[in-house]
């Protein structure tokens, strides 16, 4: 990857559906170069997919928490992530070092949703033995860096 890559990145970043063309006259290269470094962009894994970021407050989903998660067993890792990863709500999981196993962000529509996930999702996973959990107030910055 090289400064010019970088710059085809951002102009997918602000708007993934701008054409080789407009990318062209940014990057000062020609139509077909761009989308030569498009398709090798994306063949190399670099670009692994074209999402659209919903407005969570249009969609209903008005309630965006951070749930620090643990597990009580090494057996029972698998379970939850193949389980926490398909659960409708959790937008991310990571897995993390430090006190907690797992960093969920989950976006849902109230309390009483952020309660039902807790209670008859979450902890209804097999070797969950405890959580933490974060509402936030306000998002001030929310983006994939390139």
Known sequence: MDYIDTAILYCLKENGRVT???ISKKVKLSIPAV????????????????????????TGQKLLAFIFVN??????????????????????CHHLAGAYDYLLK??????????????????????VSSSNTFITLATLKEELNC
Not at 38 to 57: C, V
Not at 82 to 89: A, C, D, F, K, R
């Open 20 to 22: 080789a063309s407009e």
């Open 35 to 58: 989308a030569e470094r498009i398709r090798k962009l994306e063949q190399n894994s670099i670009i692994q997919k074209y999402i659209i970021k919903l407005d969570r407050w249009q």
């Open 71 to 92: 597990i009580d067993k090494t057996e029972h890792i698998n379970a939850f992530r193949s389980q926490i990863t398909v659960l409708p709500g959790v937008l991310e």
């Open 106 to 127: 989950v976006s849902v529509s109230d309390t009483d949703a952020l309660e039902s996930f807790l209670t008859n999702k979450l902890k209804k996973i097999t070797g």
